[in-house]
């Protein structure tokens, strides 16, 4: 009868061994970029082959063990990441987002049928807004998402990620991307690498770029004067893409860039930091 207590030994040392081991892993789970913030985008690392759920829902890891986070503007619900790993150990970590405060914008003077589009034009509208919905679908296996992103153009930021809108008087939806502007024509370059995935003419934003950068992370360009490429190009960072325009709803030449994962809006401003000096 020495096997059956030299097993439940074991199975006694595997129980006590087992919160060593995840204590002694913890970590495993790393925050490589970025914090758990209203509009933030963070990378995360865990052990190659590890799957990773957030909140219960599968999510995408690299090969090498990156994903990716992030939360909306008004974001208030905890992601709980949760890693399995190749061994069988498991992994926890909870991220909760800060909450920020979104100053008010109020623009006047803009054209009637672009603050309140009249009924002919409503049925384009939806079908824009389906456009740019599948355009930032695509759940790509690409890894630029984890790279660090540049401005896509230098200039004076007008206006920023969150901000409550208010066009000629009356509250819109809030501003999600980061206004720049900067003369007509000049050149966009890409942020990171990624895939193009839309280039279509919008009521709203004009000529728009939706650039693919992998796990759901997306750029969006806005109101672009020119577009220098096409549906499924490999971009590499810092091609020029497009140059700056006023096309669509807008009061001047400016770039208006957004980044997106899936339907979830972030900051670019906090996903590129500070603009470097020109
Ligand atoms: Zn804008």
Do not use: C
């Amino acid at each position: 009868m020495v096997l059956p207590i030299l097993l439940h030994r074991l199975r006694f040392l595997i129980f006590l061994t087992l919160p060593y081991l995840s204590l002694g892993q913890a970590g495993a789970i790393e925050i490589l970029n970025g914090q758990a913030i209203q509009g933030g985008l963070l990378v995360l690392k865990t052990k190659p082959g590890s799957k990773l759920t957030i909140n219960g829902k599968k999510t995408m890891v690299t090969p090498q063990g990156l994903a990716v986070a992030g939360f909306h503007r008004d974001d208030t619900t905890t992601l709980i990441v949760q890693a399995k790993h190749p061994n069988g150990t498991t992994e926890k970590l909870v991220l909760k987002p800060s909450t920020r405060n979104y100053p008010e914008q109020r623009i006047d003077g803009l054209p009637t049928e672009m603050v309140t589009p009249p009924p002919v034009v409503l049925e384009r509208i939806a079908r824009d807004r389906k456009l740019v919905i599948a355009a930032r679908a695509h759940a790509s296996s690409i890894n630029a998402f984890a790279g660090s992103f540049s401005w896509p153009v230098k200039g004076i930021v007008t206006g920023v990620y969150g901000s409550r809108r208010i066009l000629n008087g009356k509250p819109r939806a809030p501003h999600y991307g980061i206004d720049i502007a900067a003369p007509e024509n000049t050149p966009i370059s890409a942020p990171q690498d990624g895939i193009v995935r839309m280039v279509s003419d919008l009521y709203f934003t004009g000529w728009t770029i939706v650039l693919d950068h992998g796990h759901g992370v997306s750029s969006t360009f806005l109101h672009l004067k020119k577009t220098f490429v096409s549906v499924g190009n490999k971009i590499r960072k810092g091609a020029k893409i497009g140059t700056v325009g006023s096309t669509g709803r807008s009061t001047g030449a400016h770039l208006d860039w957004r980044i997106n994962l899936f339907e979830k809006r972030l900051d670019p401003a906090l996903v590129a930091g500070p603009m470097p000096s020109q």
